[in-house]
């Protein structure tokens, strides 16, 4: 079975901190991506990276930054925290291209409050 | 106009009634579909998956494309109250998940 597993499931902030969230994947997946989800709005994608590294901004990573120093790890990082920051975020993997596999797949997600 | 939409439900239908969940999208270009349950304050997990048009049946869930009509469904037969969840649909254009487009979800009640 596919792991992608975040470290921390709930976590409270302070406005203006710096928060990290940590995800690893143990399937070797080249793609990693961090979403959020908000009622209403759905899973937005935030930032993806297809290699060691490499990073693509998504739809809205105004505010946050992403780091990929190893293949299984991928880190978001929420430079100064804001009360609109207040979500869950998902990470996920996917493999690049297998023959035309293509599913995401998520981990359990960290819900983030910022006060 | 969003590129996926999905009505939010909620749904609610008794134990062992069939259960209909659907999409439709405009982006002419998708060609994998997926269909993902979301459990309270889990993650989404994969569910189905579907190349180009057709059905594929899975257990008690069958997923079918029509790509003619920018359609797809998702069927639950014999529902069970665990079958509870919100459902999210997902299709992008190509492998990778770049650009995966996902619905909004149907919360999904299965009253015992």
């Known amino acids: 079975d596919v792991k992608v597993t975040q470290s921390s499931r709930y976590l409270v902030k302070r406005t203006g901190e710096k928060v990290f969230l940590e995800c690893v994947q143990d399937?070797?997946?080249?793609?990693m991506f961090w979403y959020r989800q908000d009622p209403g709005l759905g899973l937005r994608l935030i930032y993806f990276s297809y290699d060691v590294k490499m990073k693509e901004k998504g739809d809205i990573p105004e505010g946050y930054s992403v780091s990929r120093e190893k293949k299984e790890r991928f880190s978001l990082i929420l430079e100064s925290a804001s009360t609109n920051q207040t979500s869950m975020y998902l990470c996920?993997?996917?493999?690049?291209?297998?023959?035309?596999?293509?599913?995401?797949?998520f981990g359990e997600g960290s819900w983030l409050t910022v006060v | 106009q969003k590129e996926v939409e999905q009505d939010p439900g909620p749904l609610s239908v008794p134990e062992g009634a069939i259960v209909s969940l659907n999409c439709t999208y405009s982006?002419?270009?998708?060609?994998?579909f997926m269909w993902y349950r979301q459990y309270s304050r889990k993650g989404p997990e994969l569910l189905m998956y579907?190349?180009?048009?057709g059905n594929k049946e899975d257990g008690r869930f069958t997923a079918q494309v029509d790509k003619s009509s920018k359609y797809i469904s998702l069927f639950i037969r014999d529902s069970q109250p665990s079958d509870s969840a919100t459902y999210l649909c997902a299709m992008s254009p190509n492998t990778g998940g770049f650009k995966t487009i996902f619905g909004a979800g149907t919360r999904l009640f299965v009253k015992a």
């Open positions: 399937m070797d997946h080249e793609n």
């Open positions: 579907t190349y180009s048009s």
């Open positions: 982006n002419s270009a998708f060609q994998y």
């Open positions: 996920a993997s996917s493999y690049s291209d297998r023959g035309g596999g293509n599913t995401i797949y």
